[in-house]
Every structure is written in C-alpha cells, then in structure tokens.
C-alpha cells in the first residue's frame, strides 16, 4: 500500500532518505512540496505494518522536506534553503531519538565524506533543541537512570 502511494503520487520519496536529502542538498535545496507528507504517510503505514526499516533515514528526508518547505514560503534563497534543510533534518533527528546534541552534529556532518556544514551548525543546534523540548513536553521524558 505505501508503495502504491509513493509511485502514484511523489516518486522522490521512494527509497532511504538519506541519499535523497543529501541528493537535494546538493542540487541547490529544491524538492516538490508536498514531499515530507507523502513520505511521513508511507513510512509510517510500511513500519506500523511490520515493515523491515528504521526511521532515520524516512525521518531525515521528512526533516529535509519540511526545511525546503518553510525556506520555499520565506522565498529564501539557495544557501539559506540548504541551511533550513539542515536545521530540519537535526529537528526531526532530534525528536525521534531525543538527543538535540547528536542530532545536530549528525544532520551538519551527513552531507559530506571529509567535512561539515559549519554555517548550519548553529541553526542546526536552534532546531534540534526546541524540537527536543517540544517532544518531550507533548510526550514526556523519562531519564535513563531511574531512582
């Protein structure tokens, strides 16, 4: 069912996400907007069915959607488009897995093999951080270390 919906409706959001992200990255920060929702609904039907895969990669591309997204409707240009991409993609990573550091250290560091995203970092940093507070205020937050 979530194939069907991704062939008929966006084919961008077939596949990992993380080479997509990183494909639209690096082709100037431009995809189709309604993207991060095709891919959200189709992960999310392939995993709570039982599907084999994890939610980093659909969640990295979701993230790099909604960046390109909200960088489309501010009418920014292309380096503040990659830079919303990044900030979106340690959003997203830092919700899911609630590690707002790691997040933005991973989302500034993927897009290169020898390199980081060092004008990101701190927009990155911004957005992991508030999308950490607002999930675990929404879901709750339970330490690791319990008493």
Sequence with gaps: MSTAIVSLSEPDAEGPGVDAAIRAYHRGATTRLRLPLVKAIASSLFLGFGGSGGVQDPGLQIGAGLGMTIAHLLNLGVEDRRI??????????????????????????????????????????IASMTSFAVATNIVGYQGYFHR
Excluded: K, N, T
């Excluded at 897995?97 to 995203?117: K, N, S, T, W």
């Design 84 to 125: 919303a991409m990044v900030a979106g993609m340690a959003g997203v990573l830092s919700a899911i897995f609630r590690a707002p550091i790691g997040a933005a250290l991973f989302a500034v560091e993927v897009l290169y093999r020898r390199d980081i995203e060092a004008e990101a970092l701190a927009p990155a940093l």
